[in-house]
């Protein structure tokens, strides 16, 4: 089995114990666990940081391998042996030069299109993938957009584990087939990922195989916080970005972020964490509908309409710690039109030379709102988000979609 090339005896991981945020129950991280035993809600992984020396440890940090592994102490592996990797973690950061709509601010793209199997949910499926290794898990099944089946099925490959992905049938064919590549079984259902998640879930309650959707198990979220590890370590203290602009869906990034600046700010890293934006389609807005009316979770979204399949997600099922994430950081959320996704699409592919998923195209084409609503100021360092690569999708065709002229 391939695992971290050096061989390492111990990842001296820092896991303390599985928490859930809603009732205050702490689980045993040995064992495989999905939702809160006690009350059905997200569970959250905690690290025992009180002895680990943040100094040192950013040092040695540095002069690691450049993946996600980096950050060990604070990933729920326990050891090396059963870590799976396609050398996922460490995606560049890119200055943009200024956009018309957002004079005075200064742009930063962190891109993750170029991650194993195209987007950042490999990252989630890396350490998930590896966990469920680790505790002699058989048999996995996710409902997903799209990027999560086919991250899933290449790290199931590369793991050994069989894996079965639940698509919404309008999923974009590339994804469709990528899934398949890897030898996933694929099963496509009719609705967006409230409905298919839904049947999957039915579908699978007496199989044996383990669900890995969207926080309904502890460790994708794990794999998620690197963002927030990564853009720390490449930034610098003194030039963390005032604010990050990220498509959200299930929220997993938005959560693993807050929870990267929690944890550093707890080793002494950290003084100001960056304000954590929100973005979302006009046609799907749950959590940006949620933070205008200031209710304490988040209420399903009805006929949900998105371009980006990553940002057709109804009902997020972990809505209050998307929230947490959100508001503890000062943060906020705006919304997009399709129309504008896609004229960021292509001007971030023929001004910029990036190609970048719909769901990235988001934070740039909300640069204007969030500078008229005042989120974002003239004078300040913005990053924004790239979740995954556009090559799946034919420009012509989203275009189309959007009723606008051939490009
Ligand atoms: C490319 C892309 N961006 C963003 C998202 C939303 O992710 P999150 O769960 O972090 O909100 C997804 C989820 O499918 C996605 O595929
Ligand atoms: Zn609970």
Redesign the pocket.
Known sequence: MPGLGTPVADLRSRLKSLECRACGAEVDFRHPVGVCPACGHALLARYDLADLDGRAWEREVAARPPTLWRYRELLPLQRSENVVTLGEGLSPLLPLAEAEAAPGVRLLLKDDGGLPTG???ARGMSVAVSRARELGLKELFVP?????GVALAAYGARGGLPVRVYLPEQTPEPMKEGCRSYGARVVELPGTLREVGAAARNAERDSGAFDLS?LREPYRAEG?KTMGLEIFEQCGRAGLPDAIV?????????IGMYRAFEELRSLGLLDRAPRLYAVQSEGCAPVVRALRDGTPGIAPWEEPRSI????L?PAPFAGERILEAIRGSRGGGTTVSDRAVVDAMERLARRHGISV?P??AAPYAALGALLREGAIRSGETVLLYN??SGLPFSPAALRRAVGAPAG
């Open positions: 987007s950042f949910k997903s957009a799209g990027n999560a969207t998620k990220y498509p959200t869906g299930g929220g997993t990034g938005l980006a399949p990553g940002l997600v998923s769901e990235g979740t995954g």
